[in-house]
């Protein structure tokens, strides 16, 4: 099993400029979980999904941020446009229904930071 | 709502020693906890997890011990090692399909 895949693992941009990461979730997993964290405020639930279906976006800290996921493999974070204070570690997280949604993997992480 | 929390922000601990990290949360509802362990430069990797219908969890060198009266639970490792040296979270959440809160966090150092 490969775990949860997130790419990149590094992304430098700078302000205004539109930002993309992406997801693969394990195999088999119905819930998609997408986090920001930061020394600040640690980790941050954003928006999670259950079978593709976004649940709750409330997380999402303004319109510049979206989400997405187009089939059980694969989501997008996007940011547009990105600001300095967008900079931070994203983190996309899954987990299989049969647990309830309890027990959550992790992937690596992206970090972005933004100049 | 949820809100889980951690008493202290550091903890440094000589190797070989037991190691135990706390946790408080404030929801009465919440029925299931779990403990990640965050290496630098990684996601947070699940270490143990406790229903509420228990008040002890033990895996290899660890033990979740959960206090519902107070609302508090702890990790406790023993035996720490130089490669237990990272960042500890506690979760928290409840029946049903929502997610997790997580703590801010715990900072293990291990001396050696």
Known sequence: ?115 | GESVGLHLPTLSVQEGDNSIINCAYSNSASDYFIWYKQESGKGPQFIIDIRSNMDKRQGQRVTVLLNKTVKHLSLQIAATQPGDSAVYFCAGGYSGNTPLVFGKGTRLSVIA
């Open chain 1, 1 to 115: 099993d490969a775990g949860v895949i997130q790419s990149p693992r590094h992304e430098v941009t700078e302000m205004g400029q539109e930002v993309t990461l992406r997801c693969k979730p394990i195999s088999g997993h119905d819930y998609l979980f997408w986090y920001r964290q930061t020394m600040m405020r640690g980790l941050e639930l954003l928006i999670y999904f259950n079978n593709n279906v976004p649940i709750d976006d409330s997380g999402m800290p303004e319109d510049r941020f979206s989400a997405k996921m187009p089939n059980a493999s694969f989501s997008t974070l996007k940011i547009q446009p990105s600001e300095p204070r967008d900079s931070a570690v994203y983190f996309c997280a899954s987990s299989h229904q049969r647990e309830g949604g309890k027990t959550q993997y992790f992937g690596p992480g992206t970090r972005l930071l933004v100049l």
